[in-house]
């Protein structure tokens, strides 16, 4: 009878770990409403590329541009009462130096140059603020970026306060966020290697649709607390994004290298049977007997099974599979050619 094997061998093989996570842009900058009014102009197609200081929004401004020309005239006002103040002081100080003028008079004139020069500051200061209400109508892009779906549409009446306010998100998309959470137990050994001098630098990201983002990510920080309801710490990591194709708010799991198992015995999942909590293998010994031998295994890695104990180098191992062969046959041993679809798949997992 035929049996498949495989010829036991050592090999460094990296252990990896996938955690959930959610992007974000490396800045997402929320456009806030900070005037009440009409919205006239939306100058943006939506999920477009804008630049900053461009014109996104505007806001009816008629409104503010009153204020601002009445605050004007208020300016124009005070300045003038500011200069017959000031010439009046000038009058009155050498006459008062050769007493042709009461004191009283002069302290009066002086007193007035005051209140006028205190008056125009604030006049000055107030038209400085409905300048800035007035350009608050226009509402730009602060960064270069990428301009999300917009909450309100021409027509509608915006205000400042509450979520109406809320008109959008420009992010910056050159590197993206990934925040995963991890548990205390897999944080703590992360803390170990970090201060043994270790450090993670093989991040993956794998998508919605089991692709694999090509860049490499590293780690940002983890959260300063241990979410006490979940057990778990928030860590993120950054990925380079040069073509833009990763979004703020887009799913997928990080795949991180926890260790790098040195010189461990892998064998086939299909050569290892389980019974009752007891693994065992098929040993094809120098007679081309099936011998059984109990193993103690350790991490699966895709099809294969990391084995702990119980097996040297350079020995055969049978895949028997659904064959019904009995300790102590003889076979004819045939080398094992996995199934090229099923790597692929476990790849993929």
């Known amino acids: 009878m035929q049996a498949p094997f495989v010829t036991v061998k050592t090999q460094d093989v990296p252990i990896y770990k996938d955690f959930a996570g959610q992007t974000f842009g490396e800045l997402d900058i929320q456009l806030i409403a900070r005037v009440d009014g009409i919205l006239t102009g939306i100058h943006f197609k939506e999920g477009q590329k804008v630049k900053k200081g461009q014109l996104l929004y505007t806001i009816d401004p008629l409104e503010y541009e009153t204020k601002v020309e009445q605050v004007r005239g208020q300016v124009a006002a005070a300045q003038s009462v500011l200069a017959n103040a000031d010439e009046e002081l000038k009058r009155i100080r050498p ?86 959470t991890v548990s205390e137990s897999d944080y703590l050994k992360y803390q170990k290697r970090t201060k043994q001098g270790e450090t993670i630098t093989d991040l993956q990201l794998i998508l919605s649709d089991g692709s694999i983002h090509p860049e490499k990510g590293t780690l940002n920080f983890s959260d300063t607390k241990i979410d006490p309801t979940t057990g778990t710490v928030t860590i993120e990591a ?20 926890i260790r790098t198992e040195k010189n461990a015995i892998v064998i086939p999942q299909k050569a290892v049977t389980e019974i009752q909590g007891l693994f065992q293998v098929s040993i094809i010994d120098d007679k081309n007997t099936i011998e059984t031998r109990m193993v103690e295994v350790g991490q699966k890695i895709g099809v294969d099974w990391i084995i702990t104990k119980g097996l040297k180098a350079n020995e055969k191992v049978a895949i028997i599979g659904n064959q019904f062969i009995q300790p102590g046959s003889v076979v004819v041993p045939i080398p094992y050619v996995a199934d090229k679809k099923q790597i692929i798949s476990s790849k993929n997992d």
């Open 95 to 180: 006459l008062a130096t050769m007493n042709a003028v009461s004191k009283r008079e002069l302290d009066a004139a002086v007193a007035k140059d005051k209140a006028a020069k205190s008056n125009y500051a604030s006049v000055q200061a107030n038209l400085r603020n409905q300048e800035l209400e007035r350009s608050y109508c226009n509402i730009i892009s602060p960064i270069d970026g990428v301009i999300g779906l917009s909450n309100a549409r021409l027509g509608d009446y915006i205000t400042k306060m509450g979520n109406a306010s809320q008109l959008n998100t420009v992010s910056k998309l050159d590197k993206v966020r990934v925040q995963f």
């Open 238 to 257: 950054q990925f380079p994004n040069p073509d833009g194709t990763l979004r703020s708010g887009q799913f997928g799991k990080v795949r991180v290298l």
